[in-house]
Antibody, heavy 121, light 107 residues
Framework: QVKLVESGGGVVQPGKSLRLSCEASGFIFSNYIMHWVRQAPGKGLEWVAV????????FYADSVKGRFTLSRDNSKNTLYLQMDSLSGEDTAVYFC??????????????WGQGMRVTVSS | SHELTQPPSVSVSPGQTARITCSGD??????AYWYQQKPGQAPVLVIY???DRPSGIPERFSGSSSGTTVTLTISGVQAEDEADYYC??????????FGTGTMLTVL
């Protein structure tokens, strides 16, 4: 079955960096567009970034552009989110999510369990 | 990117029909999607491309679209449907957006 498992979260000081990973299994990872979505405590869902199936195209939300970098290693079935210059506003649970196929469309059909990132001194 | 607006909360009694709206200027040109999120859990896709239901989602969940508003309808609401619901759409610029979210309370 499809599984997405995030890792790499934790507590980090403002201005520092953190890298999240998302290991995929149960499907052909290299065939799918992948995303990161986050949710601040008590708040709604916020889309963060997307990467094409081959890793050549990436788009970011304005709130993270220039600070976050998305990448993937299709040989390892793993998605990465490098987060630099972190601030308190980046405190959230981060979900990796798979974009649906052409039938499902530009939605998120499978999600990881989420990884908490806390930015605090 | 465009914005999607939802009512903060909707309340219904068990067995009644809940309707959750999502408004956005781009919706006539873009598909909308709906997610259910229960506390401490990842969201689950319940409606895709405005009206279609993924396998495994109960038939009481349905979606509709009219102009700049899409609607998620839950017929015969059950206690287990109490959750937060989010609409979502994609922009032509390659970005994606979620609605503001609606808390559904089953009285």
């Amino acid at each position: 079955q499809v599984k997405l498992v995030e890792s790499g979260g934790g507590v980090v000081q403002p201005g520092k960096s953190l890298r999240l990973s998302c290991e995929a299994s149960g499907f052909i990872f290299s065939n799918y567009i992948m995303h990161w979505v986050r949710q601040a405590p008590g708040k709604g869902l916020e889309w963060v970034a997307v990467i094409s199936d081959d890793g050549t195209k990436k788009f970011y939300a304005d709130s993270v552009k220039g600070r976050f970098t998305l990448s993937r290693d299709n040989s390892k079935n793993t998605l990465y989110l490098q987060m630099d210059s972190l601030s308190g506003e980046d405190t959230a649970v981060y979900f990796c999510a798979r974009e649906g196929d052409i039938v499902i469309g530009t939605s998120f059909d499978f999600w990881g369990q989420g990884m908490r990132v806390t930015v605090s001194s | 990117s465009h914005e999607l607006t939802q009512p903060p909360s909707v309340s219904v009694s068990p067995g009644q029909t809940a309707r959750i709206t999502c408004s956005g200027d781009a919706l006539p040109k873009r598909y909308a999607y709906w997610y259910q999120q229960k506390p401490g859990q990842a969201p689950v896709l319940v409606i895709y491309k405005d009206t279609d239901r993924p396998s495994g989602i109960p038939e009481r969940f349905s979606g509709s679209s009219s102009g700049t508003t899409v609607t998620l309808t839950i017929s015969g609401v059950q206690a287990e449907d109490e959750a937060d619901y989010y609409c979502q759409s994609a922009d032509t610029s390659g970005t994606y957006v979620f609605g503001t979210g609606t808390m559904l309370t089953v009285l």
